[in-house]
């Protein structure tokens, strides 16, 4: 875990990337922001989390890092110290956290309740859309610390990703008054959904998906397919982090739109 710091004093504001080591888009993010450093008014930090499964080009070693915490400093698991290291790190912290996906090319946010404060944060970001976690984070950083907001950066190993990371870093600088930048004014509303179940995908040699994320699916309409089995919406819905391939036993999960941030 490599930890950089910008301005003097106890951080209160961390960017946390690479909690997956096939998503480089995070230290990627951060070492150009570090490389091209802002001025700032209250002391930030920056953290390149499993700097070990980056190297090794894994999404982890162990176990997945991102349903690990809060962890444990005494595991054999690499993952599970990890976890309980970095969750020591982002104690008081509010948290940009770096991801990337196998099934969105733009930038969208994750939260575990749209508090006040998350309204506030997810607006001033130039996101596509915001997903509300709650009730689905076991292991999950949500689950630790108390302010976090996940961003999904575009298609993992992409310069676009990359691009995203450093943008997305910079707005979340200054809507947290890290920066005296003006925090950015949204000139779209932004849909927020609520996670639902996932859509399990059955072991198979070849997989499609018939929908677009965000996009809405009426009853009765396919939605994938794992070899010549389709999978059909068993009710209306919303897809979020659907793909064929991003995950080894789901395509991805359901969402209801519950409300626009204007």
């Keep these: 875990m490599r930890i950089e710091q910008l301005g003097d004093g106890v951080p209160e504001v961390a960017v946390v990337g690479s909690i997956h080591g096939d998503e480089p888009c995070g230290r990627d993010g951060i070492e150009a922001v570090l ?3 802002p001025a700032v008014e209250r002391p930030v930090k920056f953290i390149i989390a499993n700097e070990a499964a980056l190297d090794a080009n894994e999404r982890y070693l162990d176990t997945d890092l991102n349903r690990s915490f809060p ?3 005494d595991s054999e698991s690499h993952e599970e110290r990890l976890a309980a290291a970095l969750a020591a790190e982002l104690h008081d912290c509010t948290v940009l956290s770096l991801h ?3 099934s969105y090319d733009g930038m969208f946010a994750l939260v575990d309740e ?3 404060e998350m309204e506030e944060l997810c607006s001033a970001l130039s996101v596509d859309a915001v997903v509300q976690t709650k009730g689905a984070n076991e292991g999950r950083l949500f689950a630790t610390v108390d302010s976090v907001i996940e961003v999904e950066c575009g298609y993992q190993g992409s310069a676009e990703a990359a691009e995203n990371a450093e943008q997305v870093t910079r707005e979340f600088l200054a809507a947290t008054g890290v920066t005296a930048e003006s ?3 949204r000139e779209t509303a932004l849909p927020v959904f609520q996670l639902g179940e996932p859509i399990p995908k059955a072991a198979a040699e070849q997989y499609e998906v018939f929908v677009q994320n965000f996009e809405p699916v009426p009853e009765g309409d396919p939605v994938a397919a794992a070899d010549d089995e389709t999978v059909v919406a068993e ?3 919303h897809p979020v982090l659907l793909s064929a391939y991003g995950y080894e036993d789901v395509f991805g999960f359901t969402a209801d ?3 626009i941030l204007d």
Excluded: N, R, V
């Design 100 to 102: 990337s996906t196998q």
């Design 257 to 259: 739109q519950i409300g």
């Design 183 to 185: 925090p950015l004014q």
């Design 114 to 116: 749209l508090t006040p």
């Design 235 to 237: 009710e209306p819905f």
């Design 71 to 73: 962890g444990d400093a």
């Design 35 to 37: 490389a091209d450093p």
